[in-house]
């Protein structure tokens, strides 16, 4: 009975999630905005962070942590050394939540620390920021084994409203052995005390063998982490393979589906699997068919733009702009392109002072300033 | 003596197909990990985003072909008569691995060439801006 009841729920399920209301991404015709360069030259902003002074901290992928202050940039010195390849590079930074007292940031790149005689794995550091230099050094968590691999590296940090630090590593490549395997690293978020210590109630600490700082499992690439400004969800999107992209809010010991379960197909055409929906995994809050190659993700929340507040801002590699969906429900209901033809966006936040910046590939900082 | 000349002859022939093979299915292999998700897999990239490769006039440029792996590509290009403006970034790769690539994708999708890219010929090119 109970079983029959189940499947039920889950083919309702099934019917639900296959049936994605066509959501087609508007172009339009009038912006009321103009987009500003404030940081220029820069190669591959990956990501960045406001400090409490409304300065900005800026990862370049290949290697350099830059600090923005009144118009300057300053290479910040004592960063450990990046394994720069493919896809990995330096990538996400973010700052404690108590920083005007502690100074404490954090940061995520690809690293050949480790056993293993070549190839990288994503690493998570943390370390004092005192007067353009690195202090206190210390690394918290590195992914294992290293890999030559030079794709699905990850990697965002968010913190939650408790205090955690939540962090991504993509697959790194091998889909069929890692992102389903809670005894192994990649495709998976992380979850941290700010200290590196693992939480007690992580879901998988009493599991033999785990990984016990994995929070959620079977993801790809993701590359977008956000929490909702509301409801303090931690929000992620992900790289599918040739459609499929994803959204997906993150839930302690959820399984999401990757590569049991995907919208999307093998780069070839050809089929990855046919099952875009199984029990024990979850469907995505939206999947995005072409792939958009999604990249930082910011909510818009008493923003400087009236309209928007509310909205989701998701950056594409692919299409170079900036998407705007909005939600009824948790369920997408409408997209549009902002800044569009700006260039590959890698990653988006809103300011403290309540505007967007986009760090654009081979382009810069863009601040998006409403017309008066 | 004429016969072992010629023996001598037909082995470094095939010692050569060989080591073009090899590097041929090295670089497919990198091309699977490092370049298909923008050039796809038949080479022919994105209309108006990402330039093709297969029947590329651009690859004509051994030399350009080569740095643009090397060194990756910012601003516009033309690839058969279509102007692309994005950016390639430079993926990291060894020398013999950019070797590899360039081969596989200079005898790929209709491409040929009688040139084998080595790893001595990847580190002679230099970065121009």
């Known amino acids: 009975m109970t079983t029959r009841y189940l499947s039920y729920v889950f083919l309702l399920q099934v019917l639900i999630a296959c049936a994605q209301p066509d959501v087609t991404i508007s172009t339009p015709d009038h912006t009321n905005y103009t987009i500003d360069v404030i940081v220029p030259d820069l190669e591959i902003p990956w990501g960045m962070a406001f400090l409490p002074d409304n300065s900005l901290l800026i990862a370049e992928k290949e290697g350099q942590l830059i600090h923005f202050q009144n118009g300057q940039k300053t290479n910040i010195e004592n960063v450990p050394t990046t394994y720069v390849r493919g896809q990995g590079g330096l990538m996400g930074i973010a700052i404690h939540p108590n920083f005007k007292d502690n100074n404490i940031i954090y940061f995520t790149q690809s690293s050949s620390v480790g056993f293993d005689k070549s190839g990288g794995n994503t690493a998570l550091y943390r370390a004092v920021l005192q007067d353009n230099e690195l202090q206190d050094v210390s690394l918290l968590y590195k992914a294992e084994p290293n890999t030559k691999k030079g794709v699905h590296f990850g990697s965002r940090i968010v913190f939650d409203n408790d205090g955690y630090l939540y962090f991504t590593v993509g697959d790194r490549g091998n889909r069929d052995v890692n992102p389903q395997d809670i005894t192994r690293d990649g495709g998976k978020v992380y979850r941290l005390r700010d200290n590196g210590e693992i939480p007690t109630d992580n879901p998988f600490v009493d599991v033999s063998n785990a990984k016990t700082a994995v929070y959620s499992y079977g993801h790809r690439n993701p590359q977008g982490m956000t929490k909702h400004p509301v409801t303090g969800e931690i929000w992620t999107h992900e790289h599918g393979p040739r459609g499929g992209d994803e959204i997906n809010i993150i839930q302690a010991g959820k399984n999401y589906g990757w590569p049991k379960i995907t919208y999307g197909k093998n780069y070839t055409g050809t089929t990855i699997t046919k099952d875009k929906a199984l029990p024990g995994m979850e469907q995505p809050l939206y999947y995005w068919i072409p792939s958009i190659a999604p990249s930082g993700m910011a909510f818009v929340h008493n923003s400087a733009y009236a309209d928007w507040d509310g909205s989701l801002v998701v950056g594409s590699l692919k299409f170079n702009y900036l998407e705007r969906l909005t939600f009824d429900n948790n369920r997408v209901v409408y997209r549009e392109k902002i800044a569009n033809q700006i260039g590959r966006v890698r990653d988006v936040v809103l300011g403290p002072d309540g505007f967007l910046y986009l760090a654009v590939e081979s382009k810069g900082i863009c601040k998006i300033v409403p017309n008066p | ?129």
Request: net charge negative; charged share 20%; with cysteine.
């Open chain 2, 1 to 129: 003596m004429r016969i072992s000349i010629f023996f001598l002859f037909l082995s470094s022939v095939t010692f050569a197909q060989n080591n073009e093979e090899d590097s041929y299915k090295r670089g497919q292999m990198l091309y699977d990990d490092f370049c298909v998700r923008c050039h796809l897999p038949d080479g022919t990239g994105e209309a108006g985003l990402i330039p093709p490769l297969a029947s590329a006039d651009f690859l004509q440029n051994i030399q350009a072909t080569v740095h643009s792996i090397k060194y990756g590509l910012h601003g516009p290009i033309t690839v058969n008569g279509v102007r692309y403006n994005n950016t390639m970034a430079p993926m990291g790769l060894e020398n013999d691995e950019i070797a590899d690539i360039t081969n596989y994708i200079l005898n790929s999708w209709g491409n040929t060439t009688d040139v084998i890219v080595t790893e001595a010929y990847v580190q002679g090119i230099k970065e121009t801006k």
